[in-house]
């Protein structure tokens, strides 16, 4: 049973477009949500988080949104650059603080 | 500030060899995770400490894996024996606290078993 899902394994952009990446749960106790970056060879890093008291949260060209009554959120960044080639995990968490991740998206951004 | 550190970043094994990993966390960070992550998925936890008491272990095959944070700093997670579909990367992760406060883990490299 996949608590968080990731429907698009990948996902290729232009450069300077927008980048949106998607991610769908199923537990209704999520209340935090977070998105984490992963190049080659390397862990995980973490790139943005959103409460479940906001719709909202935006940082630099990273912005999440959340939509609760849909239980779907999404990542856009804004001008994509290929440096942003990665894959990108989305993760929830309830109570527990325990992480639950998706399966992610390799992201592609063509120069 | 030095990251989560792994060892050994590559390991290969025949089947029905032992194995360890060995995670050092970040200095000060009470909460250590161990994940797995197969090929084309997402990390999944398998073990959860807080200091050096194992808080969650749930999906942490326990007839061949086993795992110790002594002293509550670095962790070892054991696989005895390996089977072929143990083959995967093996993350280590820490928080300050359960979970941190934002739920931000702080990863390490891993490190990546392939069992032959």
């Known amino acids: 049973d996949q608590q968080v899902k990731q429907n698009s394994p990948s996902l290729s952009v232009q450069e300077g477009r927008i980048s949106i990446l998607n991610c769908d749960y199923t537990?209704?106790?999520?209340?935090?949500f977070l998105w984490y970056k992963k190049y080659p060879a390397e862990g995980p890093t973490f790139l943005i988080s959103?409460?479940?008291?906001?719709d909202k949260n935006e940082d630099g060209r990273f912005t999440v949104f959340l939509n609760k009554s849909a239980k779907h959120l999404s990542l856009h960044i804004v001008p994509s650059q290929p440096g942003d080639s990665a894959v990108y995990f989305c993760?929830?968490?309830?109570?527990?603080?325990?992480?639950?991740f998706g399966s992610g998206t390799q992201l592609t951004v063509l120069p | 500030e030095a990251g989560v550190v792994q060892s050994p970043r590559y390991k290969i094994i025949e089947k029905k060899q032992p194995v360890a990993f060995w995670c050092n966390p970040i200095?000060?960070?009470?909460?250590l995770y161990w994940y797995l992550q197969n090929l084309g998925q997402g990390p999944e936890l398998l073990i959860r400490?807080?200091?050096?008491?194992?808080?969650?272990d749930s999906q942490l095959p326990k007839d061949r894996f086993s795992a110790e944070r002594l002293k509550g700093v670095d962790s070892t997670l054991k696989i005895q024996p390996a089977e072929l579909g143990d083959s995967a990367v093996y993350l280590c992760?820490?928080?300050?606290?359960?979970?941190?406060?934002?739920?931000?883990?702080?990863f390490g490299e891993g490190s990546r078993l392939t069992v032959l």
């Open positions: 959103i409460s479940s008291i906001k």
């Open positions: 993760a929830a968490s309830g109570s527990a603080r325990q992480l639950t």
């Open positions: 200095s000060g960070h009470n909460t």
């Open positions: 537990n209704s106790m999520f209340d935090y």
């Open positions: 400490y807080e200091n050096e008491e194992a808080v969650d």
């Open positions: 992760a820490s928080s300050l606290l359960a979970g941190g406060v934002t739920g931000e883990l702080f």
